[in-house]
């Protein structure tokens, strides 16, 4: 296990004096492994909490390349960074944050197997992806990995945070999911308030730290949506659907085998 030095001591001083939160969290942070799918404004916000927080490997997923557009809230990016790919400008600016860790990237789209096979190499994966279909195969992976997963959302002036840890009798995203239908928005079609992004994707990674260090009390079977036109916060409950693709029976456990 790789050790604390006395720099990182001083420089992770507010984290360390918080109640319940010592130097063996600290370190936890240190030697954990993260993996961020989705640079964007969600994927943004929460890499650069988790580098400044100590986390000690990164590693970033995104295929796409930065245009003008992007840059109102995905705060990594600057106006030299247009049509460069996101994980590379992304690395050196989290380099730039914090120089003791270890940044890795992927540059492209990912086969399941694929995907489970970097899944196995991390401790907890934050799905900051934009569409369902991302977010189906990340929970479908998870889920075969028993890896916890942190998911959240953010659209027009509303966003929702959950976490998923698949033990049993516990939901899934695609409990979540056959909730709200198939016809889901997007930001390009509903638009996006720039600081609603910041917002939930920093709670992402203070929703991975909680995981990590076993720390309070991640929102494991609980949803936390927000409506920042009012800034209205509700809390839902939801329990794993028995009718579920993923996680409802064995049968379906069967199906989602790799072939």
Not at 211 to 216: F, P
């Amino acid at each position: 296990m790789l050790t604390l030095s006395d720099q990182e001591l001083l420089r992770y001083d507010r984290q360390i004096t918080l109640h319940g939160f010592d130097i063996d969290k600290q370190q936890i942070l240190k030697n954990s492994t993260t993996l961020i799918i989705g640079l964007g404004g969600l994927g943004c916000a929460a890499a650069v909490y988790l580098a400044a927080s100590g986390i000690g490997k990164l590693t970033l997923i995104d295929f796409d390349t930065i245009s003008a557009s992007n840059l109102n809230r995905q705060i990594l990016y600057t106006q030299q960074s247009i049509n460069q790919y996101k994980v590379e400008v992304a690395k050196q600016a989290l380099c730039n944050i914090n120089a003791d860790m270890i940044i890795e990237t992927i540059n492209q789209k990912l086969s399941d197997n694929e995907l489970i096979s970097l899944i196995k190499q991390h401790d907890i994966v934050i799905d900051c992806t934009d569409n369902l279909t991302s977010r189906e195969q990340i929970n479908r992976c998870c889920f075969i990995e028993k890896k916890p997963l942190v998911s959240g959302a953010a659209i027009r002036m509303e966003g929702l945070l959950t976490v998923f840890n698949y033990q049993e009798n516990q939901p899934c995203y695609q409990c979540l999911s056959q909730l709200f239908g198939q016809n889901q928005l997007t930001c390009i079609e509903a638009g996006v308030m720039a600081p609603l992004v910041g917002m939930f994707g920093s709670m992402q990674a203070l929703e991975a730290i909680k995981v990590l260090t076993n720390y309070g009390k991640p929102l494991i079977g609980r949803v936390l949506m927000i409506d920042s036109m009012t800034m209205e916060f509700n809390q839902v409950i939801f329990t794993k659907q028995t009718n579920c693709i993923v996680c409802g029976n064995q049968h379906a456990k069967q199906d989602l085998k790799c072939k």
